[in-house]
């Protein structure tokens, strides 16, 4: 991942789309959120080596493969829920961002309980 490459192409885009907010607002839009997705994708695919390695380590580890599985699907709502609330934000909708903020936090939520039961299992067994 060239991290140059990827400031240059969104200062660009923003400057491009600042210009074209002036004359028609949803072209700037359109641009933000093109930059974004494109910009997303790259760090996606810049990301696989890491799972690669976390995958690794948590066999050689010995740990559950829950734990691992669902801090992986967290981490994911929490990128994918920041990027559509600013995306939101950024087209002046700020109720809608606040509501995927709340929607990404329940879901986070939700991905959770395993790794809750989980510990309260253990608490169990140490108080028994």
Do not use: W
Not at 60 to 66: E, L, Y
């Amino acid at each position: 991942m060239n991290i140059f490459a990827i400031a240059g192409a969104a200062v660009a885009a923003a400057a491009v789309s600042s210009v074209l907010r002036q004359y028609n607002k949803e072209y700037g839009l359109y641009i933000s959120l093109a930059v974004s997705v494109l910009i997303f994708g790259a760090v996606l695919s810049a990301f696989s080596p890491v799972l690669g390695l976390i995958n690794t380590l948590s066999e050689a580890s010995g740990a559950d493969s829950v734990y691992i599985t669902a801090l992986m699907k967290a981490l994911a709502v929490c990128y994918i829920t920041q990027l559509a609330s600013d995306c939101c934000r950024d087209s002046g909708e700020t109720a809608i961002a606040a509501k995927i903020d709340f929607a990404g936090k329940i879901a986070v939520l939700l991905i959770s309980v395993p790794l809750f039961e989980a510990i309260l299992g253990i608490v169990k067994e140490l108080m028994l």
